[in-house]
């Protein structure tokens, strides 16, 4: 029996006007492979087309990980772990898939890659004092394709945000919030209760003119965010390169296996 048909990858319910989705492989720190691009990706269209979801809410099961990023084992053994008829709306069915509905992320636990890279796909964040976020990456021979090497340096200061894709090293829940990272700590375990909080604030507004207001802060285009289609174009053009070097097979097997990897700059 697969892993898909003992659990949804993704698990989705309705707190009024807001649209709850749950990454749902707690066993496996919520990291995206196929299922969860599928179900997450379908539950953001759902919520687009629905005109009573006024706010998105993404979180991860369990009280580890909101999302340990990209499936390694998965990678390492070829897998495409996006959506196969969605493309277009990148990692986790998430990260270039634009909705003018507000998206809060519940950050859990650590964000680390990938996981990273939703939050900053997210137009708000609340993260557990124990939240941790990082692109360790260049630690895998990989790079942050999932808009965080482009994302984080509008995000972060120019020189934190280099310092962190570097390194490939995390920063705390604090250090996010100081930097303009997220917008609210909160005690561990009552993240969803303060997005959902969060979510309440913004749904005692007129819908219409939120989503208006979100269109034109974030400069959308026919549905699509004009000035991150350049980040995109370089970002794609580089994995092209990256992917396809013997460190980049090297770091996710030498993850698989445990063990350190060993570069060839090759």
């Known amino acids: 029996m697969t892993e898909a048909a003992i659990a949804p990858a993704a698990i989705t319910e309705r707190r009024g006007n807001v649209m709850v989705i749950t990454i749902n492989r707690p066993e496996a720190r919520n990291a995206i492979n196929s299922a969860v691009s599928v179900a997450v990706g379908d539950a953001m269209d759902e ?8 706010v998105v809410v993404i979180t991860g099961a369990g009280d580890k990980s909101f999302c340990a990023g990209a499936d390694l084992k998965a990678l390492s053994k070829g897998e495409n772990i996006g959506h196969p008829d969605r ?41 557990g004092e124990s939240a941790k976020f990082g692109l360790p990456e260049v630690k895998r021979g990989l790079i942050a ?19 962190m894709m570097f390194t490939g090293e995390p920063i705390t829940s604090a250090e ?9 700590v909160v005690a561990d375990g009552t993240e969803l209760d303060a997005a959902l909080a969060l979510a309440a604030r913004i749904t005692v507004n007129a819908p219409l003119a939120v989503q ?10 026919d ?3 004009a000035a991150d289609e350049p980040g995109w174009s370089r970002t794609m053009r580089e994995v092209a390169t990256v992917f396809a070097t013997e460190d ?19």
Do not use: C
């Not at 919520?47 to 006024?54: G, L, T």
């Not at 890659?113 to 708000?124: I, K, N, P, Q, V």
């Not at 090297?250 to 350190?260: D, T």
């Open 176 to 184: 996010a919030l100081k930097w303009g990272l997220i917008n609210e």
């Open 47 to 54: 919520a687009q087309r629905d005109p009573d979801v006024w």
């Open 145 to 163: 394709a999932a808009g965080g090497v482009f994302r984080i340096v509008d995000q972060l200061p120019r020189k934190v945000a280099l310092g």
């Open 87 to 127: 493309p277009k709306w990148g990692f986790a069915g998430y990260v270039r898939h634009f909705i003018d509905k507000p998206t809060i992320a519940a950050v859990n636990g650590t964000a680390l890659g990938g996981g990273t890279e939703l939050a900053l796909a997210s137009d708000l964040v609340v993260a």
């Open 212 to 221: 208006a207001s979100k269109r034109v802060a974030v400069g959308v285009d």
């Open 248 to 266: 980049a097979k090297e770091g996710p097997l030498a993850f698989a296996q445990k063990r350190p990897p060993v570069w060839k700059a090759m």
């Open 223 to 225: 549905g699509v965010v």
